[in-house]
């Protein structure tokens, strides 16, 4: 990559990322535990509800009319 190119670009590159052999990014996804990205909550954080005991109704279905049942 040519220096004026990356003259251009050096505001796109965030600071506070580590170094890396090379000139790219530095590779942090081999050191997690699972691929993806990881929770902004901590790894350790336990949700309040499990996820079979959150009631939700996709918005396309319909509404469940009062004291009758669903087809």
Known sequence: MSSKRKDKHAHLVEPTWGQSTGDGPPVTELLGE????????????????PPERLRYAHPTDRPNPSGRARD
């Open 34 to 49: 699972m691929a993806g990205g990881l929770s902004p909550f901590g790894e350790d954080h336990a949700f309040p509800l």
